[in-house]
């Protein structure tokens, strides 16, 4: 057994498929067939059953890819250990964030980092806030950015992000006049809502009351697709407000506060804090400190209008 015929039987479990494991780990399917058979000869079992068109695993393989995964974890910790004994950080930075904030809020964050260390390679873990927090608890990755409250005895959680959730709607809607309406006044016009997430949770709680008469014309997937549907006026959205600015410096949209709401989003960088960290990581992790430094006590300063 070696880590490559690891690495191939975990990419089989995951796919389900020979074929579609052969295009990931850049193998033939006869070849991917030939190292699944060295393990099950090794192992003295059958790893893997063919239930109609897709490979499921065996209660052998079911065992035998809990082990697998710890392999892999361990032999990625040793490598980065061998790379920490240099004084430069370098190896691998795993990190766990959601798509809104891998595009609205880390990439100055990693031009910064790699600004300041080029040698090191930073792969993203994309997922909800809960997956993030999972893959943290399991090793995979070495830090996440996830949205508050999370609360677990074994983390550290560092503040680094906090911004106004507010009403957006195109320059064109009845709205788009306003600085200021109330829940209530939104319920006369269709409305935009996420599919899943955080601002899905405060949208759920915040038209409960009036379930009986709010009109959402859409769901959508993600923060991206809900800014192009507002622009074109189908809807109004709640939406974090700095991920809106875009559009409302060039007079796309606009940013309404609501009345008796005080809505926020904050996000925060979590890590194991029993668990020693990779030089790569703790490098993030100081930046991120540094950076919370220099906005402390400070708000985003939306804007209202596109001028």
């Given at each position: 057994m070696d880590f490559d015929q690891i690495v191939t039987f975990l990419e089989v479990a995951?796919?389900?498929?020979?074929?579609?494991?052969?295009?990931?780990?850049?193998?033939?399917?006869?070849?991917?067939?030939?190292?699944?058979?060295?393990?099950?000869?090794e192992y003295g079992e059958r790893l893997f059953d063919r239930v109609g068109k897709v490979i499921k695993l065996t209660p052998a393989g079911e065992v035998l890819s809990e082990y697998a995964q710890r392999l892999i974890t361990l032999r990625n910790e040793s490598l980065r250990?061998?790379?920490?004994?240099?004084?430069?950080?370098?190896?691998?930075?795993?990190?766990?964030?959601?798509?809104?904030?891998?595009?609205?809020?880390?990439?100055?964050?990693?031009?910064?980092?790699?600004?300041?260390?080029?040698?090191?390679?930073?792969?993203?873990?994309?997922?909800?806030?809960?997956?993030?927090?999972?893959?943290?608890?399991?090793?995979?990755?070495?830090?996440?950015?996830?949205?508050?409250?999370?609360?677990?005895?074994?983390?550290?959680?560092?503040?680094?992000?906090?911004?106004?959730?507010?009403?957006?709607?195109?320059?064109?809607?009845?709205?788009?006049?306003?600085?200021?309406?109330?829940?209530?006044e939104t319920l006369d016009h269709p409305l935009i809502f996420p599919k899943t997430g955080f601002t899905r949770q405060v949208l759920d709680k915040l038209y409960r009351p009036y379930r009986s008469r709010v009109q959402v014309s859409l769901e959508l997937a993600s923060v991206g697709m809900i800014k192009r549907f507002v622009a074109a006026n189908l809807g109004a959205s709640l939406i974090s407000a700095s991920y809106a600015a875009e559009e409302v410096r060039s007079g796309e949209a606009k940013l309404i506060t609501l009345k008796g709401v005080d809505l926020w989003r904050e996000l925060a960088l979590v890590y194991r804090?029993?668990?020693?960290?990779?030089?790569?990581?703790?490098?993030?992790?100081?930046?991120?400190?540094?950076?919370?430094?220099?906005t402390a006590g400070r708000r985003a300063a939306p804007a209202t209008s596109g001028k």
């Open positions: 995951k796919q389900g498929s020979f074929s579609r494991a052969g295009h990931k780990v850049f193998r033939s399917q006869p070849a991917v067939s030939a190292q699944i058979r060295q393990l099950e000869i250990a061998v790379a920490d004994q240099r004084q430069t950080p370098r190896g691998v930075l795993a990190i766990g964030a959601n798509e809104a904030t891998c595009l609205y809020v880390l990439p100055d964050v990693f031009a910064r980092f790699h600004d300041l260390y080029p040698r090191v390679q930073i792969t993203i873990y994309r997922n909800f806030s809960h997956k993030i927090l999972q893959k943290i608890d399991e090793g995979t990755i070495d830090l996440g950015i996830v949205t508050l409250p999370a609360a677990a005895p074994s983390l550290e959680i560092l503040p680094v992000f906090k911004d106004k959730l507010m009403l957006m709607v195109a320059a064109a809607h009845p709205l788009a006049s306003r600085a200021s309406v109330s829940v209530e804090r029993d668990r020693s960290m990779p030089r790569s990581a703790q490098a993030f992790i100081e930046l991120m400190r540094e950076r919370q430094k220099t």
